[in-house]
Antibody, heavy 117, light 113 residues
Framework: EVQLVESGGGLVQPGGSLRLSCAAS????????MNWVRQPPGKGLEWVSF????????HYADSVKGRFTISRDNAKNSLYLQMNSLRDEDTAVYYC??????????WGLGTLVTVSS | DVVMTQSPLSLPVTLGQPASISCRSS???????????LNWFQQRPGQSPRRLIY???NRDSGVPDRFSGSGSGTDFTLKISRVEAEDVGVYYC??????????FGGGTKVEIK
């Protein structure tokens, strides 16, 4: 069974840092490009970042560029999101997800990040 | 950036009746190879998003055949032939042709009358 499990969310003060993790199982993680997508409370979905299967290509939304860093460890079947200089508007549930238009699609349950003093 | 506009924002539907959601993009979503990266997701209350349709009209495994996707260029539609109670939730279109950034529509909330 394809499964993605996020962790690492929590309460952090503005200007602080968090590192999110996403553990993958049930599929050939190393061959899949991956994304982070977030959803502020009561609002819609926002794409955050993309990483190719080999980590050779990375993209970020303008709203997080220079503050967030996506990475992966294919040996550990894991995806990461390092979030620095966090702002109130970064408060959201963060999902890891496979690439959007490939035949196999999977999303995790999400992890809540709350930025507040 | 490509702007994705969904309508309606809210869609009250009678059980067993059809439903249709529109998604329009501000630019053509046709790739150089002729494919179109327009997908539809369903988010039931309290759950993660789940993809229903990829590349305009390909239904994901396990998705009931009452769901169908169609369209081309800048104009796309998700149809539910006969709405069931389990279809309640918010539906999003998303494009990954003209990216980065990947862009989502604002969502359409389907509810039962």
């Amino acid at each position: 069974e394809v499964q993605l499990v996020e962790s690492g969310g929590g309460l952090v003060q503005p200007g602080g840092s968090l590192r999110l993790s996403c553990a993958a199982s049930g599929f050939s993680f190393s061959t899949y490009s991956m994304n982070w997508v977030r959803q502020p409370p009561g609002k819609g979905l926002e794409w955050v970042s993309f990483i190719s299967s080999s980590s050779g290509t990375k993209h970020y939304a303008d709203s997080v560029k220079g503050r967030f860093t996506i990475s992966r460890d294919n040996a550990k079947n894991s995806l990461y999101l390092q979030m620095n200089s966090l702002r109130d508007e970064d408060t959201a549930v963060y999902y890891c997800a496979t690439a959007f238009s490939v035949p196999e699609s999977a999303w995790g349950l999400g992890t809540l990040v709350t930025v507040s003093s | 950036d490509v702007v994705m506009t969904q309508s309606p924002l809210s869609l009250p539907v009678t059980l067993g009746q059809p439903a249709s959601i529109s998604c329009r993009s501000s630019q053509s979503l046709v790739n150089s190879d002729g494919s179109t990266n327009l997908n539809w997701f369903q988010q039931r209350p309290g759950q993660s998003p789940r993809r229903l349709i990829y590349k305009v009209s390909n239904r994901d495994s396990g998705v009931p055949d009452r769901f169908s996707g169609s369209g081309s260029g800048t104009d796309f539609t998700l149809k539910i032939s006969r709405v069931e109670a389990e279809d309640v939730g918010v539906y999003y279109c998303v494009q990954s042709t003209q990216w980065p950034p990947v862009t989502f529509g604002g969502g359409t909330k389907v509810e039962i009358k």
